[in-house]
């Protein structure tokens, strides 16, 4: 098939910290990324380059299948940029194959001539493949395929790109700490695709995740097995990572930041914000990733963000997710520390959901601030709240204990339950009442169905509304004029 849009901007391939990089328009190249080069991927690096050299194009006059005819694995979309215009695609081969991609607005004409940048990694005994796919189209649905001509071709997926910040309407999903049971993850990701329209029609836009996907960040392995679980899902929906505590791997070794492509506003790919339509979403690392001590670098950081969001006046949610949580009933205790320093930057900027995962359970507070104070004893439909509601969805697969409580509740907790789960999130913006409302519902996968460690009969129907809840905010004088790219 011929390739479309791959010609080098300057007749030139490049090779950057020893992993193949075509730079294929002006897209300033992602950060470094340290990996292990062997011998044997440098041989590789050289017969790509000549083929580079000969052709101008890449890899499309190859005369044999040299690399063999794997097919692109555990293919996972992630943002790399502003929303509205750029996805990351990401999959790893265990065989070196090509990185590319045939793009378009419909099934039957992939034909779109963007620049794009393509990133390969040897990790381990694995291939990572990254493409970055920039100045799309606002609200557009894009089909894709990867591979490439000498390797083969995927089967053809479909991404849509984030709306204006006006957009009437967002529809997430918040889940987390789904490490090591595969068939149990799996069946969640199926009971999160076969639901995904019982509470709101519109498609799921993005998943947040709150860490510890994998058991032992060191092992390369748990990486792939994970995207292979969740590869029903990323294929399509953008997965918004963070690392948890067994991402940092065994004395700090690990390949979290391997497999991820995220915006470049924070520190790699530990910290980072964005903003999609009318939601400022900052994924944050509570874990120090084991160098340089979170409070240092991420606080100045996130109150610099956070003030930078309010200068966008089409900004009206403010959303913070992390692994550990700083309020939680559970047995895994609350992280004081991180309460008490990163709290009252959070009820300072108005932020008004914190998403945490780590203890495995559901939990969720009234709106507390970073000593405790409630600002009002409402259970379930909130206007206007005065501080941050925090939320735990750390049980979306099984690998750790789930939790339990423990003999006094705090009196900031609202709800605690011990199912498998995740958060569905759906924000409402009403132009005419002057009103964006959020609604959450926790859904559960009833643990009858769970029997000496496997699944009985399973109905995916079976699930079960654990838990929701309203916040209503009001907009007085209609919608605000939008400040563009504030936080890019
Ligand atoms: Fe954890």
């Not at 559970?330 to 709290?343: A, E, N, V």
């Not at 914190?354 to 939990?363: A, I, R």
């Not at 379930?380 to 003999?407: E, F, K, M, Q």
Request: charged share 20%.
């Amino acid at each position: 098939m011929e390739i479309r849009g791959i010609s080098l901007s300057n007749g030139q391939s490049s090779v950057n910290s020893g992993f193949l990089l075509f730079d294929r328009g002006d897209y300033n190249p992602m950060m470094k990324k340290s990996i292990q080069k062997t011998v044997v991927f440098s041989l590789i690096l050289i017969l790509g380059l000549n083929m580079a050299s000969e052709h101008s194009i890449i890899f499309t006059s190859a005369k044999e299948n040299t690399f063999g005819l794997e097919e692109p694995k555990g293919i996972r979309l992630n943002i790399p940029d502003d929303p509205r215009s750029s996805m990351a695609i990401s999959w790893f081969t265990y065989e070196f194959t090509e990185t590319d991609i045939n793009f378009g607005l419909s099934l039957g004409n992939l034909n779109q001539t963007n620049s794009f940048f393509t990133d390969t990694e040897l990790v381990k005994d694995t291939y990572i493949h990254h493409i970055v796919l920039k100045n799309l189209s606002t609200n557009t649905t894009y089909f894709y395929q990867i591979g490439g001509p000498t390797s083969g071709w995927s089967d053809v997926y479909s991404f849509t790109t984030a709306p204006e910040r006006n957009a009437s309407s967002l529809h997430f999903i918040a889940y987390g700490d789904n490490r090591s049971d595969r068939e149990i993850r799996r069946l969640i990701n199926r009971a999160i695709l076969q639901n995904s329209s019982s509470y709101h029609s519109e498609p799921i836009q993005f998943i947040m995740h709150m860490g510890d996907m994998v058991t032992r960040g060191e092992e390369h392995d748990l990486f792939n097995d994970y995207f292979d679980d969740s590869q029903m899902l990323h294929e399509s929906i953008p997965l918004l990572p963070i690392q948890g505590n067994h991402e940092i791997g065994n004395l700090g070794k690990s390949y979290y930041r391997e497999q991820f492509v995220l915006p470049e506003n924070g520190n790699a790919e530990w910290y980072w914000a964005l903003q999609y339509g009318s939601v400022f979403i900052m994924g944050l690392d509570s874990e120090a990733h084991g160098i340089i001590p979170y409070d240092t670098q991420s606080i100045p950081w996130m109150d610099s963000m956070l003030q930078k969001s309010h200068e966008d006046l089409s900004t009206l949610w403010r959303f913070a997710f992390f692994h550990q949580p700083p309020f939680v009933s559970s047995s895994h205790m609350p992280r004081i520390d991180i309460r008490d320093s990163w709290s009252p930057i959070f009820g300072d900027n108005d932020v008004d959901v914190v998403f945490n995962g780590h203890c495995h359970l559901y939990e969720r507070s009234f709106p507390v601030s970073s000593n405790e104070t409630l600002s009002s004893r409402e259970r379930y439909n909130y206007n206007d709240p005065d501080y941050p509601i925090y939320i735990v969805t750390g049980a979306a697969g099984r690998g750790g204990p789930i939790d339990r409580l423990p003999d006094r509740e705090n009196e900031y907790m609202v709800f605690s339950n011990f199912t498998w789960h995740y958060v569905d999130v759906f924000i409402s913006n009403n132009l005419t009442n002057q009103k964006s409302t959020l609604m959450a519902n926790v859904v559960g996968i009833i643990p009858q169905y769970f029997s000496n460690g496997s699944l009985n009969e399973f109905d995916l129907s079976h699930t079960v509304l654990l838990d929701n809840f309203t916040i209503t905010k009001n907009i007085p004088g209609g919608w605000p004029e939008s400040v563009q790219n504030v936080i890019y």
